[in-house]
């Protein structure tokens, strides 16, 4: 399985970015996936997860805030992300929540005013 990530890009605080990530690969659909996020110099750090659209986690720094939605039918999982911080800059991943795929190239969210 292949993951490409993108829509990242520069918003001011405040703003919203909705992030996708593109799977190929039958499994899909049976794989709980997750967004991750990592800072220069931090380790990557877990920001959703979901199973099916009535089961997903947040993190607490970003919960109320973000929403990770899937479409099986296009092998993509998504991150709406709202009222976004300076502290949200990172770039952006997604995996399996376990991280047994090969890792994307991710994508640069920079909040800044």
């Known amino acids: 399985v292949q993951l490409v990530e993108s829509g990242g890009g520069l918003v001011q605080p405040g703003g919203s970015l909705r992030l996708s990530c593109a799977a190929s690969?039958?499994?899909?659909?049976?794989?709980?996936m997750a967004w991750f996020r990592q800072v220069p110099g931090n380790q990557r750090e877990l920001v959703a997860s979901?199973?099916?659209?009535?089961?997903?986690n947040y993190a607490d720094s970003v919960k109320g805030r973000f929403t990770i939605s899937r479409d099986n039918t296009k092998k993509t999982v998504y991150l709406q992300m709202n009222s976004l911080k300076p502290e949200d800059t990172a770039v952006y991943y997604c995996?399996?929540?376990?991280?047994?795929?090969?890792w994307g190239q991710g994508t640069l969210v920079t909040v800044s005013s």
């Open positions: 979901i199973i099916s659209p009535g089961s997903t």
């Open positions: 690969g039958d499994i899909f659909t049976i794989l709980t």
């Open positions: 995996n399996t929540i376990s991280r047994a795929l090969s």
